[in-house]
């Protein structure tokens, strides 16, 4: 199964870098950086993809606006798993308020990620020898979520020179899979926004 | 000037995080396939019955029940099930029977646990096929209790069981014959049985080979009363092996409907399909 899971990882990583190439070759050929070089790495709290869950960030364009994450998370026995996830996330930054001259807010940022569950639980595909066709349509692997995000960016070189880092990233996610909004639109009393939607947080270092 | 742009980098970050993480704190989640939460109700099935037996009336000898099932993803529906059947004057409780759940999540069968705990009298919860998907086996067994369990309400005894064979790939574990047996066996304090499980013996998603067996142990027991079932989302009722045991099924909650029975001692009195 993990074998599994890390080829739908590393076919993930593939083919969304075919469609991102395009995009980033313009920055990599004027910063002469690697293309497979991450611009930052992630480190998560819930938001559905783990207990904890880390990963590496790239830009889709040249300002860094636009970014895919790739993640692998964890949620241990103790805080109901043991689950291996692993997350392939794009976020928009529309909006940029600039905080005198120590940060950056993003008041609001839609983003859309897919996460994979590994296991035995958990296929991408019903098993045809004893499921009818159309048995039941959803995979138990693979959730679509959509998502909303504040990020509250900190530049610590402008706070303090000798600090290391370009940028610091502090992030509130909101997001709900697919499952939980077609339950949430069919049911208009007992399901609410706040069942629907599932919160994480995370710290974001920009190279 | 340096040590008060940190002062309010740091005040700002401080102020920004907790003002978010206490607003949403209850809806963290870590995944939508973990086993339980912070919040997530634990052996309900113990409980409810621990409280059936608190509100026993010991001077009544009729049982009086209501089965549903397969509330899946009709929420709404659900709660006004509850609304209904809360009109009900004299009710001892009510069944939940299988697919709780539509894609075997926490989520969903926190939702309908929450549902039903607006019922005033105890309710007791049997796994469906539904449960059984993804991770749901064990969010349903920490939520709930074992897939198949029995207990006995004034002189009757409850035998709930797990019938969803094609969810164990028709491996035979479900139903679980030898434990149906043992369970049938003996209880000469008992007037008479009653079972309920999910997926009825009509149905393909029951091992088709176990279902002569099954059937047999049923109809030819002789203080076996009915058995109950839900899954195929209509109402019906039919007597296997042409005995006299009646398998009743009971419409989906999806539907708007359910079943009301009243038992006393050795003798199933009444069965009405209730549409709301």
């Given at each position: 199964?993990?074998?599994?899971?890390?080829?739908?990882?590393?076919?993930?990583?593939?083919?969304?870098?075919?469609?991102?190439?395009?995009?980033?070759?313009?920055?990599?050929?004027?910063?002469?950086?690697?293309?497979?070089?991450?611009?930052?790495?992630?480190?998560?709290?819930?938001?559905?993809?783990?207990?904890?869950?880390?990963?590496?960030?790239?830009?889709?364009?040249?300002?860094?606006?636009?970014?895919?994450?790739?993640?692998?998370?964890?949620?241990?026995?103790?805080?109901?798993?043991?689950?291996?996830?692993?997350?392939?996330?794009?976020?928009?930054?529309?909006?940029?308020?600039?905080?005198?001259?120590?940060?950056?807010?993003?008041?609001?940022?839609?983003?859309?990620?897919?996460?994979?569950?590994?296991?035995?639980?958990?296929?991408?595909?019903?098993?045809?020898?004893?499921?009818?066709?159309?048995y039941?349509?959803?995979?138990?692997?693979?959730?679509?979520?959509?998502?909303?995000?504040?990020?509250?960016?900190?530049?610590?070189?402008?706070?303090?020179?000798?600090?290391?880092?370009?940028?610091?990233?502090?992030?509130?996610?909101?997001?709900?899979?697919?499952?939980?909004?077609?339950?949430?639109?069919?049911?208009?009393?007992?399901?609410?926004?706040?069942?629907?939607?599932?919160?994480?947080?995370?710290?974001?270092?920009?190279? | 000037?340096?040590?008060?742009?940190?002062?309010?980098?740091?005040?700002?970050?401080?102020?920004?995080?907790?003002?978010?993480?206490?607003?949403?704190?209850?809806?963290?989640?870590?995944?939508?396939?973990?086993?339980?939460?912070?919040?997530?109700?634990?052996?309900?099935?113990?409980?409810?019955?621990?409280?059936?037996?608190?509100?026993?009336?010991?001077?009544?000898?009729?049982i009086r029940f209501v089965l549903t099932g397969d509330t899946q993803r009709a929420y709404d529906q659900a709660a006004r099930l509850v609304k209904v059947v809360n009109r009900y004057?004299?009710l001892d409780f009510v069944f939940l029977n299988g697919d709780i759940s539509d894609?075997?999540?926490?989520?969903?069968?926190?939702?309908m646990?929450?549902v039903y705990?607006?019922l005033?009298v105890?309710y007791i919860s049997i796994i469906g096929n539904h449960d059984?998907?993804?991770?749901?086996?064990?969010?349903?067994?920490?939520?709930?209790?074992?897939?198949?369990?029995?207990?006995?309400?004034?002189?009757v005894?409850f035998v709930c069981h797990d019938t969803n064979s094609r969810?164990?790939?028709?491996?035979?574990?479900?139903p679980?014959?030898?434990?149906?047996?043992?369970?049938?066996?003996?209880?000469?304090?008992?007037?008479g049985i009653i079972g309920i499980s999910h997926v009825p013996p009509v149905s393909d998603d029951f091992?088709q080979?176990?279902r002569?067996?099954y059937e047999?142990?049923i109809v030819?027991?002789?203080?076996y009363l009915a058995n109950f079932h839900s899954h195929v989302n209509s109402h019906s009722i039919s007597y296997p092996q042409n005995g006299a045991v009646p398998f009743i099924i009971s419409n989906a909650v999806i539907n708007s409907e359910f079943l009301y029975v009243e038992v006393?001692?050795?003798k199933l009195v009444r069965y009405e399909n209730v549409a709301y």
């Open positions: 199964m993990w074998r599994i899971s890390l080829w739908v990882m590393v076919s993930c990583l593939i083919s969304l870098h075919v469609s991102a190439q395009d995009i980033v070759i313009d920055s990599i050929a004027e910063s002469g950086r690697k293309w497979w070089l991450p611009k930052s790495a992630v480190l998560q709290h819930a938001g559905s993809i783990g207990y904890i869950s880390a990963g590496v960030g790239y830009d889709l364009n040249k300002k860094g606006k636009t970014t895919l994450d790739l993640l692998y998370g964890h949620v241990p026995k103790s805080k109901g798993g043991p689950l291996n996830i692993f997350t392939a996330k794009i976020a928009w930054r529309p909006f940029a308020i600039r905080l005198w001259d120590w940060g950056i807010l993003h008041p609001l940022n839609p983003g859309f990620f897919i996460s994979y569950h590994g296991g035995r639980h958990f296929d991408s595909k019903w098993d045809d020898n004893n499921y009818p066709k159309g039941y349509w959803w995979s138990t692997a693979i959730r679509p979520h959509i998502s909303i995000s504040h990020e509250l960016i900190l530049i610590p070189k402008n706070i303090k020179a000798s600090l290391p880092l370009d940028k610091i990233g502090l992030y509130v996610e909101y997001n709900a899979n697919e499952l939980y909004l077609i339950s949430h639109f069919q049911n208009k009393e007992v399901s609410t926004i706040q069942k629907t939607f599932k919160m994480g947080f995370g710290l974001r270092a920009y190279f | 000037m340096c040590r008060f742009v940190m002062f309010r980098a740091v005040y700002f970050s401080v102020v920004f995080l907790t003002f978010l993480v206490f607003y949403g704190c209850g809806r963290l989640e870590y995944s939508p396939n973990q086993i339980f939460d912070k919040y997530s109700p634990r052996d309900l099935n113990a409980k409810n019955l621990s409280r059936l037996y608190e509100l026993q009336d010991t001077t009544d000898d009729t004057e004299k894609f075997g999540l926490l989520q969903e069968m926190k939702i646990a929450e705990d607006g005033k105890p059984l998907v993804a991770n749901g086996q064990a969010v349903f067994e920490r939520m709930f209790g074992a897939r198949n369990f029995s207990f006995i309400y004034k002189d005894k969810e164990y790939h028709f491996d035979k574990t479900a679980d014959l030898p434990w149906l047996t043992q369970e049938l066996a003996g209880g000469a304090d008992i007037a091992d080979d176990m002569q067996a047999s142990m030819d027991h002789p203080k006393i001692h050795d």
